[in-house]
């Protein structure tokens, strides 16, 4: 049930045809679990959490940089030298106090992400290297979780959701590649593609729209292009393959 303060608070959502008070309420008993809380993480939360999920558990390790300001939006000067988490959290219940946030300082490792992720409604991967990726891309799948990929790079971005059983994974589209280095980022990238995530996120837990799944969007941001590229379920593969 939904109080006067909440439909005052999420009412232009609510105005949305197809939305309405019963997509509200899905929120509010959703459960979203965030692998990282910087470039993408960060604004995929603010807009979780801004648009009523009730229930966010984000894990991240590190501390705030200052080289993380010119993107991690929930950070600010201020916060340089504290917990990645406590900063997002403080953020995050000053933004919505109506809803639970869940932080964790945590590095995500195959002896605990089980455990991490067991008992969410949605995954959304916003770690910055793909052997954590394709250990959350497992997970997921073989917990029946969708997972909200997204990965940026200078201006440019990309974003991909996978519903297992259904759609393409990670491992069909990435084929085992990994890359480990600092990648260049410019600001607002994370931010398009995260919106991306959290907007697919609420359409799954809302049973609204289509989603990007068997779809590779790739954001140039230097061309201001969208480009959309097929991606076919390998039979073969690994992780969700027979």
Partial sequence: ?????????????IMIR????????KLKKARVFIAGAGGLGSPAALYLAAAGVGTLRIVDLDTVDLSNLNR???HWTSDVGKNK?????????????????????????????????S???AVVDAMDNL??????????????????????????????????GHSACLMCLYHGIAISAKTPVMGATPGVIACIQ????????????????????????LEMRFTEIKVTRDPSCNHCGT
């Fill in 119 to 121: 008992g969410y409604d």
């Fill in 85 to 117: 988490i406590d900063s997002a959290n403080q953020k995050l219940h000053q933004l919505n106090p109506e809803i639970q946030i869940e932080t964790l300082k945590e590095k995500i490792t195959v002896d605990n992400v089980e455990s991490l992720i």
């Fill in 1 to 13: 049930m939904l109080t006067p303060d909440e439909l005052l608070r999420y009412q232009r959502q």
């Fill in 198 to 221: 959290a907007t697919e996120v609420i359409k799954y837990l809302t049973g609204l729209g289509h989603l990007l799944t068997d779809r590779f969007l790739v954001y140039d941001g």
């Fill in 131 to 164: 052997s954590t990726r394709y250990l959350l891309n497992q997970t997921a799948l073989k917990n029946k979780i969708p997972l909200f990929h997204g990965a940026v790079s200078g201006f440019e971005g990309r974003a991909m959701t996978v519903l297992p």
């Fill in 18 to 25: 197809g939305f309405g008070p019963e997509g509200q309420e």
């Fill in 72 to 74: 991690q939006i929930l």
